[in-house]
């Protein structure tokens, strides 16, 4: 069984009533702990009173418990460390860049050569931070509140998906 630990239904039902308890472990310690201290030994009785073949399997024994580890990481995910999970950090320039291109590239060719701009010359990279400054300063207030909005709510959910790296 080893590499895709699979149980049966009864056997999902007196591992499933510790579920809570697992998700709410803060660590890999507590998780541990409600698997070795509280999962095994229910499973292990279950086991016992069903006259499972797995019955004569003793608490110590690595295999139950490994896979146990892996079935309950692959299918519980567990809350505690979510709420601990650090907010993702996000540049504002890049919010501003995103929210307002066009008038970063508009302040981008005022600033620059046109034909210096478009070939992803040194020149222009130079230059794009100036213009998102530029940009960002001329944002009226409501738009400042719109930039730090869409901050706050990529900093906790991640950049649209059409944005980010495959």
């Known amino acids: 069984m080893p590499g895709n630990p699979t149980y049966g239904k009864e056997e999902k039902k007196v591992i499933k009533v510790h579920k809570k308890a697992y998700e709410e472990a803060r660590d ?26 797995r019955a004569t399997a003793v608490e110590g024994d690595g295999g139950i418990v490994k896979e146990l580890k892996e079935w309950t990481s692959n299918n519980w995910r567990n809350t505690g460390t979510v709420k601990e999970t650090k907010e993702m950090k ?50 009226s207030s409501e738009e400042m509140v719109a930039v730090h909005a869409e901050k706050t709510r990529v900093a906790a959910s991640g950049h649209p998906a059409e944005k980010q790296c495959a």
């Open 28 to 53: 890999t310690a507590g998780r541990d702990s409600v698997i070795w201290d509280v999962i095994l030994p229910d499973l292990l009785a279950f086991y016992n009173r069903t006259n499972h073949p």
């Open 90 to 139: 996000v540049n504002i320039a890049t919010i501003v860049e995103r929210m307002f291109r066009d008038r970063v590239n508009k302040t981008l060719h005022d600033l620059a050569d046109v034909e210096e701009l478009g070939q992803n010359s040194q020149r222009e990279f130079q230059l794009r931070n100036r213009a998102i400054k530029m940009v960002r300063e001329s944002l």
